[in-house]
T-cell receptor, first 112, second 113 residues
């Protein structure tokens, strides 16, 4: 089955700096890669996603890049703000399956 | 549009007792999923319903877990009897047909003591 590894597990940045979270996946049949943000007491919320036929996608301060050859994808947050502090999860969906395989999460702290 | 609703939000039970978690998906979403996060680890898949049918239950840990989805609407996840290792946060999510866009509920934090 699919295996997703996520790094780092914790990340602290100064407000206004950029943050990068990286994930690798094992199944070359995976074709959908979402990123979720989880705030305290809430469920994971989809913030951006990318499909395997696209190399990069951007939405305001958030961008995701995908390298299919190397089987890794990354989340980039620019101009970080304190409200970006949360746990971020990457995930992958393999082929015709619909279940998400998650990474272990990254606790992002943006210091004012 | 109402989101995915889960209740209770918290449950503390003793080992050996029974607990039932409930999930109300977004109206019209045929796909309903249960996931679990244990001890700060990754969120893991439990099972997937399409309407009232179990499409994939490969993530269910053992036969102490029973999931149902009545009439393709709300779903329940029963743990009987509960063990200490069942503690964690149980998430429900739903999505429309042909769309990967999951919407998650806020989760039920289950503590077995």
């Amino acid at each position: 089955g699919e295996n997703v590894e996520q790094h780092p597990s914790t990340l602290s940045v100064q407000e206004g700096d950029s943050a990068v979270i990286k994930c690798t996946y094992s199944d070359s049949a995976s074709n959908y890669f979402p990123w979720y943000k989880q705030e305290l007491g809430k469920g994971p919320q989809l913030i951006i996603d990318i499909r395997s036929n696209v190399g990069e996608k951007k939405d305001q301060r958030i961008a995701v890049t995908l390298n299919k050859t190397a089987k890794h994808f990354s989340l980039h947050i620019t101009e970080t703000q304190p409200e970006d502090s949360a746990v971020y999860f990457c995930a992958a969906v393999s082929g015709s399956a619909r279940q998400l395989t998650f990474g272990s999460g990254t606790q992002l702290t943006v210091l004012p | 549009e109402a989101g995915v609703t889960q209740f209770p939000s918290h449950s503390v039970i003793e080992k050996g007792q029974t607990v039932t978690l409930r999930c109300d998906p977004i109206s019209g979403h045929d796909n309903l999923y249960w996931y679990r996060r244990v001890m700060g680890k990754e969120i893991k898949f439990l099972l997937h319903f399409v309407k009232e049918s179990k499409q994939d239950e490969s993530g269910m840990p053992n036969n102490r877990f029973l999931a149902e989805r009545t009439g393709g609407t709300y779903s329940t996840l029963k743990v009987q009897p509960a063990e200490l290792e069942d503690s964690g946060v149980y998430f429900c999510a739903s999505s429309p047909t042909g769309n990967y866009g999951y919407t998650f509920g806020s989760g039920t934090r289950l503590t077995v003591v």
